[in-house]
T-cell receptor, first 115, second 111 residues
């Protein structure tokens, strides 16, 4: 079945540094991928839509200069959290739709802790 | 703005009991999803409901969709401890795979 792999699963970084999270579709091509953020004991909120070969589309209230998204190939999207602060600590999850199916598949998630 | 409302948000139930989780949404959608999330983990897909009147069952869980009422239910039959988790419903309003999630129902099944 279709698999979406996210890396790393956990990362701890210092305030002010940048962190890159990768989302790969392992056995299918995805022209679109989605990035969600989940704060502790809260729901998932869509942050942005990653589009292969073009700019990402960000949801209202999400800072595009802080959360840089690159979708350079049909199997890889990256989310870079720039100048991270403790309030950016969260669980980040990507998803990629498999067009022959009727749903998008989720990655394993990345737990980001900024200290 | 699409709103997805789940209730209850917290549910503690005894093993062997039945209960229903409700998911209301505010705009037309032909796609509704139910997910399970265990602590520290990503989402596990439970059900994909694509049409009015759709009913799907897997083990002790059964999901249904009424698009006219904009309501989906997740029914739990004879709960067991292993069902303890957080359950989310999600709506895809534009059939473009970007999901709007409910707040989740935290389910605890006790002996």
């Amino acid at each position: 079945g279709a698999v979406v792999s996210q890396h790393p699963s956990r990362v701890i970084c210092k305030s002010g540094t940048s962190v890159k999270i990768e989302c790969r579709s392992l056995d299918f091509q995805a022209t679109t991928m989605f990035w969600y953020r989940q704060f502790p004991k809260q729901s998932l909120m869509l942050m942005a839509t990653s589009n292969e070969g073009s700019k990402a589309t960000y949801e209202q209230g999400v800072e595009k200069d802080k959360f840089l998204i690159n979708h350079a190939s049909l199997t890889l999207s990256t989310l870079t959290v720039t100048s991270a602060h403790p309030e950016d600590s969260s669980f980040y999850i990507c998803s990629a739709p498999f067009r022959l199916n009727t749903e998008a598949f989720f990655g394993q998630g990345t737990r980001l802790t900024v200290v | 703005e699409l709103k997805v409302e789940q209730n209850p948000l917290f549910l503690s139930m005894q093993e062997g009991k039945n209960y229903t989780i409700y998911c209301n949404y505010s705009t037309t959608s032909d796609r509704l999803y139910w997910y399970r999330q265990d602590p520290g983990k990503s989402l596990e897909s439970l059900f994909v409901l694509l049409s009015n009147g759709a009913v799907k069952q897997e083990g002790r869980l059964m999901a249904s969709l009424d698009t006219k009422a904009r309501l989906s239910t997740l029914h739990i039959t004879a709960a067991v401890h292993d069902l303890s988790a957080t359950y989310f419903c999600a709506v895809d309003p534009s059939s473009g795979y970007a999901l709007n999630f409910g707040k989740g129902t935290s389910l605890l099944v006790t002996p």
